[in-house]
């Protein structure tokens, strides 16, 4: 072989060399929108877990889910959402309408209602402001009949 035919071998296995690294340096990397952004089915629940939570969000008991519509449904806008949990937890956030004073009267009201629902046991209800941060909570204790205000 002489000297060209070897300088030619060898600028063609270079081009070639070069070609591959470039297509694969510009084929591999997502374009920033895409790499940060995650597809949607990712973040969506399968049609069968949304019906399943929806059915869940006020109880996770059928009793506790109805009890805590009721509650919502019954306080004239008093309450913006409620959670019932083994059906001897109930949670609820209240609307800016109701005002410091009347936190306590509504926790008593409710623990009467509840009680009375879920009888036999102790109950707690926990009360949370609108931005949902806890503010009272109050306990039933079914053996001495009193509530306790945390």
Do not use: H
């Amino acid at each position: 072989m002489n000297f060209w035919e070897k300088s030619r071998k060898l600028v063609a296995a270079l081009v070639i060399v070069l070609t591959v690294t470039l297509a694969t340096a510009c084929t591999s990397a997502p374009p920033k929108a895409q790499a940060t952004q995650m597809p949607s089915t990712q973040t969506q629940l399968p049609s069968a877990n949304r019906n399943l939570y929806s059915q869940l969000e006020r109880g996770n008991t059928s009793a506790g889910q109805k009890y805590g519509d009721w509650v919502v449904q019954t306080s004239r806008g008093l309450i913006k959402d409620a959670y019932v949990r083994d059906n001897n937890k109930l949670g609820v956030v209240i609307s800016p309408q109701v005002s410091p004073n009347d936190v306590r009267p509504l926790a008593k009201s409710l623990v009467q209602g509840f009680q009375r629902n879920f009888s036999k046991q102790d109950v707690s209800i926990l009360v949370y402001a609108p931005d949902k941060k806890l503010i009272l909570t109050a306990q039933y204790d079914a053996k001495t009949n009193q509530v306790r205000y945390q």
